[in-house]
């Protein structure tokens, strides 16, 4: 009963359940985008310092 009257408030839990999902996709593949970036500004930063010599 108590299910019945959520999703008749603010639509059914299945596709809160999916659209929860579907948010903690795009952050894993946000965070992992900033991790892979992060990583090779740092291998470029390497890469100029050894060819400048610094």
Not at 1 to 27: D, H, K, N, P, Y
């Amino acid at each position: 009963m108590i299910q019945m009257m959520m999703s008749t408030i603010g639509g059914s839990v299945a596709a809160r359940r999916v659209r929860q999902q579907q948010q903690a996709w795009m952050l894993r593949r946000a965070v992992g985008f900033a991790i892979v970036t992060s990583g090779l500004a740092v291998i470029v930063a390497q890469a100029l310092q050894h060819a400048l010599g610094s």
